[in-house]
């Protein structure tokens, strides 16, 4: 009788870890590499609903459409992760509201340890999800860490017109 309570125990635990992750609408699956934004809208319907849902600054449109030079930004972050939902859905609607082609854009996945892909981790020294880096002529000028304290829009902005004053 024993036994038979622990099997029952063991097999209602593994049901519920599984059910639990598909009724809240998890992906069971993190994003991990290089990915292009609709692999990210795809694997998560939350995010493409903040996407969809986002109003970017219209002061930051109008200037991000005028930049003139090529910027690369490389924006980690986790499908796992809190923030990258909350915050990077205004990123990837404001970059295609501004379909400025100077401004190029690699999305990548991280896992929920923060060791894969490691060469690219440890090549911009990220440790913190969600990370922009904005690189220039292949340097860094700037990264928007975690917690934007404005729109991200705005802090982007911020960035590459502290880059024109130089």
Not at 13 to 37: C, R, Y
Not at 52 to 73: C, Q
Not at 126 to 150: A, F, S
Request: hydrophobic share 40%; aromatic share 10%.
């Amino acid at each position: 009788m024993n036994s038979a309570r622990v099997l029952c125990f063991i097999l209602m635990t593994g049901w519920l870890s599984v059910s639990g992750s598909k009724a809240m609408g998890q992906p069971h699956n993190d994003l991990i590499g290089e990915v292009n934004v609709e692999q990210i809208l795809d694997h998560n319907r939350i995010f493409r609903v903040y996407t969809e849902r986002y109003e970017p600054d219209e002061e930051a449109l109008y200037f991000l459409k005028r930049v003139e030079g090529e910027i690369s930004l490389r924006v980690f972050f986790g499908s796992w992760c809190r923030e990258s939902t909350k915050y990077l859905p205004g990123l990837v609607k404001t970059l295609n509201i501004v379909n400025n082609g100077e401004i190029k854009v690699t999305y990548m996945g991280v896992d929920a340890q923060k060791k894969f892909p490691d060469r690219f981790l440890k090549l911009f020294d990220i440790k913190y999800i969600p990370t922009v880096v904005v690189l220039k002529n292949g340097i860094e000028v700037g990264r928007i860490v975690e917690k934007p304290q404005q729109p991200i829009e705005t802090e982007l902005v911020q960035i590459l017109k502290r880059l024109q004053e130089n």
